[in-house]
């Protein structure tokens, strides 16, 4: 008779784990217990011969003391009006490296799913905008990944869960329904790692910043030096014979690369075009002889009217400037003859002057003689 009871448990146990991994509500809490009865009275025949099967599996697994409504029917139970079954608040952080203490909160937002699967889908989906690259480090080396962009099957390299209410750290793969079922309605961190979780101390970070993210010659405003510009700049000349433009053009594709962050200027130089913003400084050049011949006839027709156009206005120019040529020259005639007449009236005067010249008489010299010195006797 022991023997047969501890049968019995062991089945159930058997069961009773099975059934856990199988649907991810937590058998021992019910959240669903008032809708239970209005679940089971609208049932209908034909449901109840659908359950055939997981009628019988309830029957075997059914253990004396247990009451009449079974187990098995609470996981069955619908959520009312299509309600996820986990649903928490996530507060995404950007964390620089897995050891900082203080990661910036970027945004708040409700995770929610039917499954662990569907909440790690939706942690991706949340949180892929705070993913920049994932780094390696070959001997205390860091390097970029192969892969330029992540993707969902590197979740787990860039996202841990954090409850503050027990000052605990989740990786995904740890994530359990039941877990999942205690966090209903809390408030979750969740630690998004910018360039994965293999950035683990300040000392790596400084690191990659030093040999990845900042300019390998900066000037003194810390950005990208006129020599670096000038090299990127070769470069991207020489790596774009489709394209043809001035220097200056391929200076500034050079400088909003070096402006971009830094774990997209490879993918940036790599790209076939320019961007949409500077593409207007930039002539796509013709692959073969006769498009480029036809390219060179367009220009030297364009050339030849814009030459037409500016030859009209430099003839006006010159015709207004032989009209004012000819005004300053009646002036200066008229300033010559000027001159001339001020000369013959300066030589008039002169023979005038030296004709009329004042003489001594008679009368003069007996008025001189008349001329005495007498007291002043008003002043004294």
């Known amino acids: 008779m022991d023997s047969a009871e501890e049968q019995s448990e062991m089945e159930y146990d058997d069961y009773e784990e099975t059934e856990y991994l199988r649907d991810p509500v937590d058998i021992d809490y019910d959240p669903f217990a008032d809708e239970r009865v209005d679940a089971e009275s609208t049932e209908d025949d034909s449901v109840e011969d659908g359950n055939e099967s997981k009628d019988d599996q309830e029957e075997e697994v059914q253990v004396e003391g247990e009451p009449s409504q079974n187990r098995s029917q609470v996981l069955e139970i619908t959520r009312p009006g299509g309600e996820d079954l986990f649903s928490f608040e996530g507060v995404f952080c950007q964390r620089n490296f897995k ?28 949180g892929v905008s705070l993913v920049k690259r994932k780094i390696i480090f070959d001997d205390d080396v860091p390097m970029w990944a192969d892969e330029e962009k992540p993707g969902r099957e590197s979740v787990d390299c860039f996202i841990t869960v954090q409850d503050a209410t027990v000052k605990k750290m989740y990786e995904l793969r ?40 900042a300019p390998s010659r900066p000037d003194r405003a810390g950005a990208n030096s006129t020599v670096d510009e000038a090299a990127l700049a070769n470069e ?34 790599k790209e076939a075009n320019p961007p949409t913003m ?36 430099v003839a006006d120019i010159k015709i207004d400037l032989s009209a004012a040529l000819n005004l300053l020259q009646g002036a200066f005639k008229k300033i010559e003859l000027l001159e001339a007449e001020t000369k013959a009236s300066a030589d008039i005067t002169a023979a005038m002057e030296t004709a009329v010249q004042p003489e001594e008489n008679e009368l003069s010299q007996h008025l001189a003689s008349q001329v005495t010195d007498r007291r002043d006797s008003d002043h004294e």
């Open 278 to 313: 500077i593409s207007k400084y930039f002539r796509w050049v013709g692959v073969s002889e006769a498009a480029r011949l036809d390219s060179v006839h367009r220009g030297m027709v364009v050339a030849n009217t814009m030459n037409a156009r500016w030859t009209k206005q």
């Open 174 to 213: 740890s994530l359990t329904p039941k877990l999942l079922q205690k966090w209903r309605g809390k408030s979750i961190k969740i630690l998004v790692h910018a360039y994965s979780t293999n950035v683990e101390s300040s000392a790596q970070f400084n690191d990659v910043l030093k040999r990845l993210i």
């Open 99 to 126: 050891n900082q203490l203080r990661p910036k909160e970027c945004f708040v937002k409700t995770v929610c799913g039917q499954s662990v699967g569907d909440i790690i889908d939706s942690l991706w989906e949340s």
């Open 236 to 269: 991207l000349r020489d790596g774009h014979q489709h394209l043809d433009g001035h220097f200056s053009s391929w200076m500034l594709w050079a400088s909003i690369i070096h402006g971009s962050a830094a774990h997209k200027q490879e993918t940036m130089k």
